[in-house]
């Protein structure tokens, strides 16, 4: 480099650099996507975590060396490694257990259901999906299932488990994807004698890649009956996370319904008082920004979908009253403007984040910058 | 390729692609170095907003036509942005307004105070700091100051104004960094009869980078003379946002009071019912995990500092009560479980979201992709 560049021919240079950058991703994907066709001849599964944790360690290193900032590597690699999880692909993943008996997914034309069928599909498995229009399918179809898979809204779950099960053949898996899984488990064990297995996927059916989602499994019956099921989740690359019942809907009291139902009453709120969202914007630090961001996707999506989670037990309904109860003394306080005693339960909470707290803060840092990366001005 | 490449030899194919990949964003981020020093002999800005779209535009049909994913060079173009700006360092910024007189930030060893001092020092202002401890030193620094910054806990800054203000030249620009600016603003008027300008930095002091961060200005007296320190913010690469007291006042009871107050809350509730942090993280979906994500690090902080916010102003503790209020129909809806009038109330809010409800979701879901590519299994 000469003293004398001037600034359009450093970014000459840059333009150049950048082409030769799209390049080599070019290049790179195309080799991930051989390594994919060559693991599904091998039946291994999509996603190595150990092989993500190798990648990630070795180039750090090798960055580290070469005087990059700290922290850039592994986020172009997460990044990379992100859209290889997806180029991988529905087109490809090995079978767990090759049977001539279909999987029926039960409301299979429903969002999960569909997302699922595709999985399975893509795994080499016998289909077929039931919905409420050809249900006088269901008697032929179910006797012969392998697995059945009940995905349909929470409501209609155990109307639906009483119709199919005596339908199934003794050896049949039955499981179910609804939210709260106690009532749906008891359903399942009541109905079918044979083996059963309660699921609930944590994500939505848009997700691009089953790659690091978790999906709950909750045991009913014979177990090692529905290994090969939670095994094939995780050949997608998905992470199978088990727990019992009240576990899990217990669990999902804090995840699910109070969180949902908190963030709608901030939307609520908001729309009340509606002070001029572009000015809030304009004005936002990046984690308001992200605040909204939050709150906003909630009134984007289905309300009725909102309203059986957050309504959809009475664990729920406890669990939220007794948050609201907790408000009351809170608001005195502030209203009083005692911020020693605002210390003193803000010192109690931080004991129980323990050291989550820090490892929060740091994680959220990096989230947060992301926020200000997407910023246009 | 040959057809019988093994898994292994993609690998290694890969290592090595990486290791070019390493190289090529060093020298990436050398010329970005060198264009940073040639834009400071220039005197312009660290930041062109005209500078980032194109780079975004043109590298994205780049991309297209060699076939990458889409979105894929955009993130990383966008996070070697926020390196190169960081990059860009403190040591390399124009000077608006050379003089011989100093700028002094009173309060200057807080952490805010230190932030802008080693800014205002690398744009090559004389510089002095006052903290409480060497106020002996006030009627000479002050009487000389070119602008003054009081950067002091909100509970201070009126009594900070009225010791400062006798000592300031006529023409001196007296500005404060409060998180509540009417009050801060009519004290600097009435105790100082030359320039007056309101400021509130919308972040905290542990930013890596001033680029595209809000910094809110909000006009005083002789607007002229403080032009030369919004102009400084711009080169810095800040975004500054103009507004009245009471709009600002009004906004940041929403944006900081609220929801620190909502959150503080929340993480209050929850080490009450004190479920177990590392079977909720299991068992998150990436949306609960960035909740837990943002309130976990509020109390990795300072309490005192949350408190000085929540309880700055009666309008807070006024519309903290209003949300308090508009809580309890929404819980009664919730009770009896009337899913029409939720989804009515719903319906209402998405109203109020607007265009911006299918935006945040798209937006958040970028967000929440990030989020996954974090999880290490």
Redesign the interface.
């Known amino acids: 480099?000469e003293k004398g560049?001037?600034?359009q021919q450093?970014?000459a240079?840059?333009?150049a650099?950048?082409?030769?950058?799209?390049?080599?991703?070019?290049?790179?994907?195309n080799?991930?996507r051989?390594?994919a066709a060559?693991?599904k001849e091998?039946k291994s599964a999509a996603y190595s975590?150990e092989r993500?944790?190798f990648?990630l360690r070795?180039?750090a290193q090798?960055?580290q060396a070469?005087?990059?900032?700290e922290g850039?590597?592994e986020?172009?690699?997460?990044?990379?490694?992100?859209?290889s999880y997806?180029?991988g692909g529905k087109s490809a993943y090995p079978c767990v257990l090759k049977s001539e008996r279909p999987l029926v997914l039960i409301g299979g034309k429903g969002g999960m259901g569909q997302l699922f069928a595709s999985y399975f599909k893509a795994s080499g498995y016998q289909l077929e999906i039931i919905d409420r229009d050809d249900w006088d399918r269901a008697p032929q179809v179910l006797g012969r299932a392998l697995a059945v898979f009940i995905s349909v809204p929470i409501d209609l779950t155990a109307a639906v488990i009483a119709r199919a099960a005596p339908l199934l053949p003794a050896d049949c898996v039955l499981c179910d994807f609804t939210s709260v899984k106690a009532p749906a488990l008891a359903a399942m064990l009541q109905a079918h004698p044979g083996p059963v297995l309660g699921l609930h996927p944590?994500?939505g059916p848009?997700i691009?890649s089953m790659?690091?989602?978790?999906i709950?499994s909750v045991g009913g019956r014979d177990e090692e009956k529905s290994g090969f099921i939670l095994q094939q989740f995780e050949l997608w690359g998905a992470?199978v996370?088990t727990?019992s019942a009240v576990?899990?809907d217990?669990?999902?009291g804090?995840?699910?319904a109070l969180?949902h139902?908190?963030t709608?009453?901030?939307?609520?709120?908001?729309?009340?008082?509606?002070?001029d969202?572009r000015?809030?914007l304009?004005?936002?630090?990046?984690?308001?920004r992200?605040?909204?961001?939050?709150?906003?996707?909630l009134?984007?999506?289905d309300?009725?979908l909102?309203?059986?989670i957050?309504?959809s037990s009475q664990g729920n309904?406890e669990?939220?009253?007794?948050?609201?109860d907790?408000?009351k003394p809170?608001?005195d306080l502030?209203?009083r403007?005692d911020?020693d005693a605002?210390?003193r339960?803000?010192?109690?909470?931080?004991?129980?984040?323990?050291e989550?707290?820090?490892?929060?803060?740091t994680?959220?840092?990096?989230?947060l910058?992301?926020?200000?990366?997407?910023?246009?001005?």
Chains 1, 2 share one sequence.
């Open positions: 480099m560049d001037s600034l450093l970014r240079q840059i333009d650099l950048d082409g030769q950058l799209i390049d080599l991703l070019s290049r790179r994907l080799l991930v051989q390594a060559v693991k091998q975590k993500e944790a990648l070795s180039r090798q960055a070469a005087g990059l900032p850039l590597i986020d172009i690699l997460r990044r990379l490694l992100r859209e997806q180029g944590m994500f848009d691009r790659v690091k989602q978790v709950v992470k996370c727990c576990e899990h217990k669990a999902m804090i995840i699910q969180r139902f908190t709608y009453c901030y939307g609520m709120f908001l729309s009340e008082i509606h002070p969202l000015q809030i304009d004005l936002s630090s990046p984690i308001y992200l605040e909204l961001l939050m709150v906003g996707r009134f984007a999506q309300p009725r909102y309203a059986d957050i309504m309904l669990l939220i009253s007794r948050y609201m907790s408000l809170q608001l502030v209203l403007q911020k605002f210390v339960c803000f010192n109690e909470a931080r004991a129980y984040f323990g989550y707290a820090g490892k929060f803060l994680e959220s840092g990096a989230l910058a992301r926020v200000q990366d997407q910023r246009s001005s």
